[in-house]
């Protein structure tokens, strides 16, 4: 049984790890069923992604109500005045209410944390659990497999473990505790929250980890659980990246292409400072490069366009709102450098996105801007020609784009196509995370835990 909160045809980037083992298990014979929440309203839609998936797979979908937003709907609609409505907020219950003192304000956002703990899909944890039971009575399952984020997913796999009595194989895509991505303001939170990633940790028959920066932040907080953590790496489908074809934004210049959202330190603007000083000291370079990004256009609250403005370089970015994925790997494919934008870049967490393995199966160069040790270390060894520079190194980036440039013009920006990129395939990781729940099938399920 898996159990994950998203699942085709939602298309973000943790699905296709889920679906990459549910297809090797069901090609090995496996009987797989899958335990989602139904998409969201807002959700990205790719049924390209759903045909991936084998007819026999069950997928049991469940509603997953946002209790931050059930919470600030009904202050909202308890302190609306007769004259107006009151602005609302999922992210606060403060949003809902009218102006009040600091200390009644501060109070309010602490109890609304308690609903974001671990996350905001805590309302998704009955719906859940009780439809994986209902499945269990028709057919129990050997093994239980949680993938998070989100975090609930993995408490949903702790308490079906628990009450079937079966083993739980816990998967992180992303850290959970400690990440520079995931800030609670609150120490009371804090410490909840810190406490039920132990509950999970501890209890897991296995665990598994997407890149090894996780690993080793998970062994650190619980050594004794070492021997039973496991690094197995997200991958590529060879066949989705050789049968599409390349798409050209610009057939004179040379197009750099990041496919993906801009949040938090995950920022354009050390790319666009650079663009704006390249212009000014080499503008020949400047006009032989097209910055294309495909995504979301908007980065802490502002449109992309306007920062780009700002910048003064709208001649030299094209902004493309989100598409399919079959069309961002075409756009991808018919690239000439690929982007790669990460936090501060050499700390421990520093993140490996899943669109890096998209670059290593069609080879291409890649300009990491704060990429950290892990995920440039896994460019390189997939074959591919990097550029790496820290984010607050504008002019490290400006001469990285001049020697781009010059490759450009010299018809030395080839696609690599060494065979150590298979390595990095689907097949072989979906077979080793296979390998961890046969392991953890012929184990007996854990109920005290492990100290830490």
């Keep these: 049984m898996i159990v994950a909160d998203i699942f085709p045809p939602v298309a973000e980037v943790g699905v296709y790890r889920t679906v990459a083992l549910s297809r090797h298990l069901a090609e090995k014979g496996w009987k797989v069923a899958v335990v989602t929440a139904a998409p969201r309203a807002d959700a990205f839609i790719d049924e390209a992604i759903l045909s991936k998936v084998p007819g026999s797979v069950r997928v049991i979908r469940t509603s997953s109500p946002s209790l931050p937003l059930i919470a600030?709907?009904?202050?909202?609609?308890?302190?609306?005045?007769?004259?107006?409505?009151?602005?609302?907020?999922?992210g606060s219950l403060a949003g809902g209410l009218p102006r009040r003192q600091g200390f009644t304000k501060r109070t309010i956002d602490w109890l609304s944390w308690w609903m974001h703990v671990p996350d905001t899909l805590t309302g998704w944890l009955i719906p859940a659990i009780r439809a994986g039971l209902c499945e269990a009575k028709r057919e129990k399952p050997h093994?239980?497999?949680?993938?998070?984020?989100?975090?609930?997913?993995?408490?949903?796999?702790?308490?079906?473990?628990?009450?079937?009595?079966?083993?739980?194989?816990?998967d992180f895509?992303?850290?959970?505790?400690?990440?520079?991505?995931?800030?609670?303001?609150?120490?009371?939170?804090?410490?909840?929250?810190?406490?039920?990633?132990?509950?999970?940790?501890?209890?897991?028959?296995?665990?598994?980890?997407?890149?090894?920066?996780?690993?080793r932040h998970l062994e650190t907080r619980y050594p004794k659980r070492s021997g039973d953590t496991r690094t197995i790496l997200?991958?590529?489908?060879?066949?989705?990246?050789?049968?599409?074809?390349?798409?050209?934004?610009?057939?004179?210049?040379?197009?750099?292409?990041?496919?993906?959202?801009?949040?938090?330190?995950?920022?354009?603007?050390?790319l666009l400072c650079a663009l704006q000083q390249l212009r000014a000291v080499s503008p020949d370079d400047a006009k032989d490069l097209l910055v294309a990004l495909v995504g979301r256009p908007e980065y802490a609250g502002r449109h992309l366009q306007e920062i780009?403005?700002?910048?003064?370089?709208?001649?030299?970015?094209r902004i493309i709102p989100p598409v399919a994925r079959c069309e961002a790997l075409a756009m991808t494919k018919g690239a000439c450098v690929a982007l790669l934008f990460g936090q501060s870049g050499y700390e421990?967490?520093?993140?490996?996105?899943?669109?890096?393995?998209?670059y290593i199966s069609i080879g291409l160069p890649v300009l990491a801007i704060g990429g950290g040790d892990?995920?440039?270390?896994?460019?390189?060894?997939?074959?591919?020609r990097l550029w790496r520079v820290?984010?607050?190194?504008?002019?490290?980036?400006?001469?990285?784009?001049?020697e781009i440039a010059e490759a450009h013009r010299n018809h030395s920006l080839a696609l690599s196509r060494d065979d150590r990129r298979l390595a990095f395939a689907w097949p072989a990781s979906a077979a080793k995370l296979a390998e961890v729940l046969s392991t953890a099938m012929n184990s007996k399920p854990i109920s005290g835990g492990h100290e830490s």
């Design 72 to 90: 600030a709907k009904i202050v909202k609609r308890q302190s609306q005045p007769s004259g107006g409505v009151a602005p609302a907020s999922e």
């Design 143 to 170: 093994v239980i497999y949680s993938t998070a984020p989100a975090w609930t997913s993995h408490l949903v796999g702790l308490m079906l473990s628990h009450l079937l009595r079966v083993p739980l194989v816990a």
């Design 173 to 215: 895509q992303d850290p959970w505790c400690g990440s520079f991505w995931r800030r609670i303001p609150y120490r009371s939170q804090r410490r909840f929250d810190e406490w039920l990633e132990k509950m999970v940790v501890q209890r897991a028959s296995r665990i598994t980890c997407a890149w090894d920066g996780i690993r």
């Design 234 to 270: 997200n991958g590529f489908w060879s066949d989705e990246t050789d049968e599409v074809e390349p798409v050209c934004l610009d057939e004179h210049r040379c197009v750099l292409l990041h496919a993906g959202n801009f949040y938090g330190p995950r920022s354009p603007k050390p």
């Design 308 to 317: 780009v403005r700002d910048h003064g370089v709208e001649d030299l970015v």
């Design 348 to 358: 421990q967490l520093a993140s490996v996105p899943a669109k890096t393995y998209d």
């Design 374 to 384: 892990e995920v440039c270390g896994i460019i390189r060894d997939g074959g591919c």
């Design 390 to 402: 820290h984010e607050n190194d504008t002019q490290g980036i400006l001469v990285a784009l001049r």
